[in-house]
């Protein structure tokens, strides 16, 4: 039987709703019809929609995103430090589970704004934090974000100089998503390896699509990277299971 995927980390992007320049960029669409064409060949049965910079704290889309995909889908949304409880509520109810701390792209609450945010969101409707950082500046972060109910780190944390930190974050546990392999300056099947033996239920897998501005966007052989490191009776918990229980999905 083929092994069920929770894309864990996939973004859409709807001209429909509004955009916001980043740096010089606007993205190219990449709706829901879009995602399910470009992974119609593979056996992915739920995930989370992600929101990027270009979003900023637009709602509609996710909302939007949400209700075209499904049950299985889950939101990580981007909310300023002052957004009242009931707008939280609204989304909980709408499928979204998470906050984003886009701390390399902007776009989101600063990080100022982390432990207070997090935990409000935590105490209030169970989400947890989500944070695309550069590992290298984890060391200046590391009690805070150790200290945190609940949070994960994208991309592997980017680059191999970092990946000590990302480690002790790990061991106390950190999730860590398996994606952007085409932007990250790391190995990933190393990397993959040794944040499985840290912690098997940290790592969490996910395509990146359409994966803007990356070096290459995904390619379904990264999938088979990660299989290639896990032993197979890991390999349900990385590409379902821990994703599915850190999202309660």
Known sequence: MTQPIFDAHLHIIDPAYPLVE???YLPDPFTVDDYRARTAALPIAGGAVVSGSFQAFDQGYLVGALRALGPSFVGVTQIPADTPDHEIVRLHEAG???VRF?????GSASLDDLEGLA???FDLAGWHCEL????RA???LFRRIAALPAVSIDHLGLHADGLPTLLRLVERGVKVKATGFGRVELDPATTVRAIM?????????????????ARRPFEDADLEIV???LEPDEIPAVFWGNAAAFYRA
């Open 22 to 24: 980043n740096d010089g």
């Open 96 to 98: 979204v589970r998470a």
């Open 102 to 106: 886009n701390v390399r792209r902007g």
């Open 119 to 121: 935990r409000r969101v």
């Open 132 to 135: 695309y950082i550069d590992a």
């Open 138 to 140: 984890l060391p200046g």
């Open 197 to 213: 033996d840290a912690d098997p239920t940290a790592l969490m897998l996910g395509t990146d699509l359409p994966s803007t501005r």
């Open 227 to 229: 299989r290639g490191v």
